[in-house]
């Protein structure tokens, strides 16, 4: 059974950094592409970032909002998922997920091609 289990989220200040990780089980975890989501109250989930390490290559995917702030990271050996963020804003404030599904030859950033997800970890800026 595929689970995802999120942490490190909490409340920071603007400008202030977080790292979450996602420990993923039941899944021959380097097969799949691992992602980063976050759902705001009363918006949409959004992909925020999203990578897949082949045996040459890696592919990543952040969203314009985060690039250059938000570092997503993989260890394989250990079946980890990690998002570094760094200068956080307000507008970060979010529940994030983590999610995977089955690499298919590029890295989607539309969280309904995902099948199995994490149960969230909340981040709150404050400005």
């Known amino acids: 059974q595929v689970q995802l289990v999120e942490s490190g989220g909490g409340s920071v200040q603007a400008g202030g950094s977080l790292r979450l990780s996602c420990a993923a089980s039941g899944y021959s975890y380097s097969s799949y592409c691992m992602g980063w989501f976050r759902q705001a109250p009363g918006k949409e989930r959004e992909g925020v970032a999203v990578i897949y390490t082949g045996s040459s290559s890696t592919y990543t995917y952040y969203a314009d909002s985060v690039k250059g702030r938000f570092t997503i990271s993989r260890d394989n050996a250990r079946n980890t998922l990690y998002l570094q963020m760094n200068s956080l804003k307000p507008e970060d404030t979010a529940m994030y997920y983590c999610?995977?599904?089955?690499?298919?030859?590029?890295?989607?950033?539309?969280?309904?091609?995902?099948?199995?997800w994490g149960q969230g970890t909340q981040v709150t800026v404050s400005s």
């Open positions: 999610a995977a599904r089955l690499w298919v030859g590029y890295v989607p950033s539309d969280p309904r091609q995902y099948n199995y």
